[in-house]
């Protein structure tokens, strides 16, 4: 009889591949046979780890359906099967693998998609907006976001899909121009929902510039690297200080 931890590892593989040949053995003359009773918790172990990516991933289902979704589903736990007990946690890499699904190449923008999917969902598994966090623009200037507010680039647009499909509206959806260009959407938890609101690039690039520790003399500079100033500035102003999860606060000191 092999180890716990080889069995364990025998018992995973059995289920997640349907491959039960290595614990025949755990069957005794005129049991269950181990490929049935296995085939009975494959069954239950998939459908779980489906109805979880169903959740985490709402959007893929609707765009490809049903039945290409489980199979999408099959051949990414085969790959990446969960390394712990938190479904809430499982499809990081999802995205990642829809990229290099050959099935599934011919919707590029499906990535993105999910991308966006998985960012609302730790959005709503987060810290609601009244936990913030304070980032410097300069000595005197502070911007406050939610600390669950996160910023991500799409090359598609994940957020005009997902609102589309959201409302049901399959006219906007067959409308969305599918042009491969920068897109930036911030999100974040309000209450109990996820929020999402497209940026304009030169204020993605700025506040992924502040999300990610740097100063606002470099931020601001990444900005104008993608657009001229008054474009920049305005989009700054309008896509972040007059955001509703923003705060600015100015402070105004004396010289003595």
Known sequence: MPALADLQRDVMRAILSGDAMSTDWLSAPGALPASAALQAHRDTA???LTNSLRLTFPSIERLVG??????????????????????????RDFPSF??????AAALAYLADVARLDWAIARALGGPSEARRRDLSIDLDTVLSVPTALTVSRFDHPAAAIRAALDAGDDA??????????????????????AVTRELAAPAGVFLTALLDGRGGDDALAAALAVAPPGAALAAIRSDIFEASFAQITISSRTTP
């Not at 974040?188 to 929902?193: A, D, E, F, P, T």
Request: charged content about 20%; overall charge neutral; aromatic content about 10%.
């Open 98 to 103: 829809l990229s290099n699904h050959a099935p």
């Open 172 to 193: 906007a959806l067959g409308n969305i121009d599918l042009e491969p260009r920068p897109r930036f959407v911030a999100v974040w938890r309000s209450v109990r929902l």
């Open 46 to 48: 998939l459908g779980g």
């Open 66 to 91: 049903e039945v290409f979704f489980d199979q999408i589903v099959l051949a990414y736990v085969a790959i990446a099967p969960p390394r712990s007990a938190d479904l809430c946690a499982y499809g």
